[in-house]
């Protein structure tokens, strides 16, 4: 199975040279999101016009983006889910120097990635035209029980939104959460904080690195996942139902690690393929796992 | 009307029924007779050519009533006679059956209980009809309850039989006489078989025989007022925990259009309690009861209605029925052919139901198997199962979406004979390789499945539809998929819920197959089947076409307290495994009977492979009440492969737990446990009112009468015209019928007066 992800991962450097293309609706055929218009308002998106030449049109930025448009209608496969949010002061939050919002890092291209990894390794059927972007507070968001976030070191949701994901969440539902660590301040504390908004008394704690969500599809040593950056090593906390560990789990942090840095970047030669890999295999693992339980 | 048709005929209707008509004069005499007749026709034609001041019309009425009367005359010169078979007096046997159940000590309106009716009628010295039946026939008269007994007298009688089996009384009294000439078996009865034994194989050898059974119908035909627990449907065994929706079916006369309440309870609690309006006056009425069991062992749940003023028999407004809680976990192999969500949620509904484990194998990648709730590493450790040993250990199979050319030809059938060979339930789930579009059309399982397979949708997208699930009126009436209370509530429940997405259209069912669930869309002509089952040999299929159950769960709509989900899912794995039979199991014919009372055990006994095994050595330990503990063996029936039965009578009041354990050399094949309660019966106090429908059929189908307290003294007479045994041909003249003397009469009186009005004298 290594083998086959390896050659899943290569194929994936040339076959996503040409860039991404979002999920079209049938019925909006002038939704079409690039990749690249995550990256500045003032850039121009290729699309394709009525008469089937390429035009040039305005781009949205990714807070004036729509996604309700181009968000992929229920269809009972398995969606990509992210989550839009608001780090507060107005508008959606911005890192890099303002260039892109923090809910939206390594959107899209990690998620375009990892759904063709999912789709070529797995017998899941995903919806690999793209990702969904949802926010909390969003009832379509209960179509697709399980979900992504990343950069919650800033992540500050409304009261609605907390209630929304503490629902979610006990009635089934499943967060990843990613690209988050301490260097840049107490992050865990802020993530922490918020999940005890959304999940009174339930806490988030470290996780066995035995536990089957390693070895539900490949068998990861998650000790010896290497992150893309940073001082400090891997790690990895949970949210159980009931605080026990033998029952279901509601939330899955990576801390001090971002797999989906790697799943953007793995068709650019920016990393080891076996690097890679490793976040890709511990992406499918999470998937399969939250599939199954 | 018998005493008028007697008065002008001479005989009652059956002498005439019985007998050959036939004139007794002799030759010379009927030559004589018809001279005569032309004589007479002489005398006629004398009227109407006599010249008078009568017209012809006149003297053709006269005419027509002169020879009327002459040939009333030559009938009864001609001496007409009925010929027929009557039974030689004291030669013959005839066999007095008399009811000797509880029932017959009911009291009737008039105050007077049924066996009044015996003792009136059958001691010996006080009885008319007694003395003219000994006069003519040597009696035999026998008890019956369940089957015959002869007595010598009234003094055997207890009237405290428990059950009535009238074709059994009939059998034994006709084996009991079968070497003397035998006129008749009298039947003194109210009717109220509650045996259910049928009564044509009773009657076929009495018509063979040609001996009549005259019944005698005691009581009323319908007892009022009063309400009667008529049955319970009720399974004899269940998972601990599991819900129950049962039938009461509710009898009455006399207390039409009340609302009566139902009390359902268990040694302990009440389970229970509902109102049910009762029908129009003698309707019954079906109440649906809805409660649930728990705590595992032998149960006995009560139905009652409390006594009804002025009622007049209280003893039927209670039933008791034995039920097995099981305590045992099922398990349920779960195959599912591609990770979605569906089986997490699945996996999560029955989480904390502790007799119901599916193990789950998931297909996650080509030739790649996810196991989970497995027992050991070694269960499934090669994927799907493939002999039916494996496969067999489960009691239910779910496939969940997977393509049928996953499996080899082998394991198809092997699917098939799951159902229909070890009895194990399958349930197909929705999915995009599920049913037609998984390549399932044409393959063993696809006979086994309770729907019409369509013609799989093509393109890349293929079939897909959101449809709103509702409930089939059978849905209503079925366990499986009650989300709540009966009631306007229910339809409310439906739809609340969210609607659910189809990949597999389906229309149409199997014939036999039930539809519990439909799925309707505003974009499709026609309702889809979305839950149906039906059963498959020894065994059950279910189709669920829906492929994302799980919405009824997460989706925004639902609320987070709400138990749709789990409680659909829980009902249908449990209805699932519902009825899958043991490898070796072990009933008794009967779930109640009173101490002393015949119990018959039956055993079947399968091998792993559920192939029925006739040689096996099968041992039945019986522990009574006190402990006292009895093995008995239990032999092959040889009418039946794999069946095998005994026979016991408990004695002690109380619980039996009966244990069958089946060897075949040193193998143990398996053990099965069944509970037997012994106590006083009300059995009898159960549609007791007189069956005279039944009593007729006996009767007319054997050639004897039935008969009412009112209209029994004929019976010696019916007997000696209408039995079988040693007979002597009789003759009966007619001549003398008074009618005869009447019409004869009222002709020349006709004439007279016709004379006289016309002024012809």
């Known amino acids: 199975m290594n083998a086959r992800l390896l050659r899943a991962t290569t194929l994936l450097v040339g076959t996503l040279a040409a860039g991404y293309v979002g999920y079209t609706r049938p019925d909006a055929a002038s939704t079409t999101l690039d990749a690249g218009m995550i990256l500045g308002a003032s850039e121009a998106v290729a699309t394709a016009g009525p008469s089937g030449a390429r035009v040039v049109a305005p781009r949205p930025s990714a807070a004036q983006q729509s996604y309700a448009d181009i968000n992929a209608p229920y269809d009972a496969k398995y969606h990509f889910v992210r989550i839009r949010y608001d780090v507060g002061g107005g508008g959606f939050g911005r890192r890099r120097g303002g260039r892109e919002p923090a809910w939206a890092h390594d959107y899209p291209r990690a998620e375009h990635n990892f759904l063709k990894i999912i789709d070529e390794t797995t017998y899941v059927v995903p919806q690999t035209e793209g990702s969904n972007v949802l926010t909390l507070d969003d009832p379509e968001l209960f179509k697709y029980p399980i979900a992504y976030i990343v950069e919650v070191g800033s992540w500050n949701p409304t009261d609605e939104e907390v209630a929304s994901l503490g629902e979610y969440l006990l009635k089934g539902g499943f967060l990843i959460v990613d690209d988050t660590r301490n260097e840049r301040g107490n992050e865990w504390a802020n993530f922490a904080y918020h999940m005890e908004r959304a999940l009174p008394g339930l806490a988030l704690v470290p996780l066995d690195h035995g536990h089957d969500i390693f070895d539900s599809f490949f068998e990861v040593n998650p000790a010896a996942v290497i992150p893309p950056y940073g001082r400090y090593p891997a790690e990895y906390f949970a949210i159980f139902e009931d605080n026990d560990p033998d029952k279901r789990m509601l939330v899955l942090f990576n801390f001090n690690n971002d797999i989906a840095e790697y799943w953007e970047y793995s068709d650019m030669g920016y990393f080891p393929i076996e690097l890679s890999n490793e976040a890709y295999k511990l992406g499918v693992n999470y998937i399969v796992y939250a599939l199954t339980h | ?761």
């Not at chain 2, 063979?208 to 007022?225: H, K, M, N, R, Y």
């Not at chain 2, 069991?293 to 209280?314: H, K, M, S, T």
């Not at chain 2, 016991?648 to 040193?666: C, I, K, L, N």
Request: aromatic share 8%; glycine share 10%; hydrophobic share 45%.
């Open chain 2, 1 to 761: 009307m018998n005493r008028i048709f007697e008065f002008l005929f001479k005989y009652r209707p059956l002498v005439f029924e019985q007998g050959d008509f036939t004139f007794a004069a002799p030759n010379s005499v009927r030559l004589w007779l018809v001279a005569a007749g032309l004589v007479g026709a002489a005398a006629v034609a004398s009227y109407t050519i006599a010249r008078g001041k009568s017209s012809v019309a006149e003297r053709g009425v006269m005419a027509g009533l002169r020879v009327a009367l002459l040939a009333v005359l030559v009938f009864c010169l001609m001496q007409p006679a009925l010929v027929l078979s009557t039974v030689v007096p004291q030669q013959n046997f005839v066999g007095v059956l008399i009811d000797d159940s509880r029932s017959m000590t009911l009291t009737d309106e008039d105050g007077v209980p049924r066996s009044d009716f015996v003792t009136q009628f059958f001691t010996p010295g006080e009885s008319e009809l007694l003395d003219e039946l000994s006069e003519r026939f040597v009696l035999r008269f026998f008890r019956f309850s369940d089957f015959a007994n002869r007595i010598d007298g009234l003094e055997g009688l207890t009237f405290d039989g428990t059950h009535t089996n009238l074709a059994g009384a009939l059998t034994s009294a006709r084996q009991e006489l079968a070497g003397v000439p035998l006129s008749g078996l009298v039947l003194v009865t109210d009717g109220a078989d509650n045996d259910n034994e049928p009564l044509t194989e009773a009657l076929v050898p009495l018509q063979a025989a040609g001996v009549p059974v005259f019944t005698v119908g005691l009581g009323e035909d319908a007892i009022s007022p009063d309400i009667e627990i008529g049955r319970v449907e009720m399974p004899r065994a269940v998972l601990e925990g599991s819900s129950l929706l049962v039938d009461v079916v509710v009898t009455q006369t006399g207390f039409g259009r009340t609302t009566v309440p139902i009390i359902v309870e268990d040694e302990t609690k009440i389970l229970a309690e509902e109102m049910v309006e009762l029908g129009a006056d003698g309707e019954p009425v079906v109440a649906r009861i809805h409660f649930e069991l728990d705590n595992a062992g032998p149960r006995r749940v009560r139905f009652r209605i409390p006594a009804q003023p002025g009622e007049r028999v209280v003893r039927n407004n209670a039933r008791e029925v034995q039920i097995e809680v099981r305590g045992e976990t099922e398990k349920i192999l779960y195959f599912e052919g591609e990770p979605r969500h569906e089986v997490a949620f699945i996996r999560r509904a029955v989480d904390d139901d502790d007799n119901i484990q599916v193990v789950l194998l998931e297909r996650t990648a080509e030739s790649k198997f996810y196991r989970l709730g497995v027992d050991d590493g070694a269960e499934l450790e090669f994927g799907f199962p493939s002999s039916r040993e494996e496969l067999y250990r489960y009691r239910g199979l779910i496939l969940g979406s997977v393509e049928a050319s996953f499996f080899t030809h082998d394991q198809l059938q092997m699917i098939a004979d799951f159902v229909s060979e070890r009895g194990g339930g399958l349930l197909m789930l929705g999915g995009r390789s599920a049913f037609a579009e998984g390549g399932w059309a044409g393959t063993p399982v696809e006979e086994v499945m309770p729907v019409i397979m369509q013609e799989r949708v093509g393109g890349p997208q293929g079939f897909f539809a959101e449809v709103k699930v509702r409930p089939t009126l059978a849905g209503l009436a079925h366990a499986a998929v009650q989300l709540a209370e009966e009631g306007p509530g229910v339809a409310a429940r439906w739809d609340s819920l969210p609607p659910l997405t189809i990949m597999n259209p389906i229309v149409e069912l199997r014939p036999g197959a039930t539809s519990l669930l439909v799925g309707t869309s505003d974009a499709l002509p026609t309702s889809q089947v979305v839950l149906a089952f039906q059963r498959y040999g020894r065994g059950k299929s279910i189709a669920l076409t829906v492929q994302d159950t799980w919405l009824w769960q997460m989706h925004a709509d639902v609320a987070l307290e709400d138990q749709s989900h789990e409680t659909f899912w829980k009902q249908l794995t449990r209805w699932l495994v519902d009825g899958v039979p043991q490898g070796v199991a072990v009933v008794t014919d009967q779930e109640q009977v009173e101490p002393g009372e015949r119990v018959r055990l039956v055993a079947s006994v399968g091998d792993s492979t559920y192939i029925e095994v006739n040689d096996a050595s099968v041992t039945a330990r019986i522990t009574s009440p006190s402990g006292v503990v009895e093995e008995v063996p239990v032999d092959w029936t040889v009418d039946r492969d794999g069946e095998y039965a005994v026979q016991f009578r408990p004695t002690e009041q109380g619980e039996y737990e009966v244990d069958v354990t089946a060897m075949r050399g040193e193998e143990t094949l398996g053990s099965a446990t069944t509970y037997l309660y012994t106590t006083e019966s009300n059995e009898e106090f159960f549609g007791a009112g007189r069956h005279a429908q039944a009593l007729r059929r006996i009767a007319e189908e054997t050639g004897g009468q039935y008969y009412t307290p009112e209209t029994i003294e004929t019976l010696p007479e019916d007997i000696t015209v209408t039995g079988a045994g040693v007979t002597l041909v009789e003759e009966m003249d007619l001549w003398d019928m008074p009618i005869l003397f009447l019409l004869m009469l009222l002709l020349m009186g006709g004439e007279w007066a016709f004379r006289r009005v016309r002024g012809l004298v």
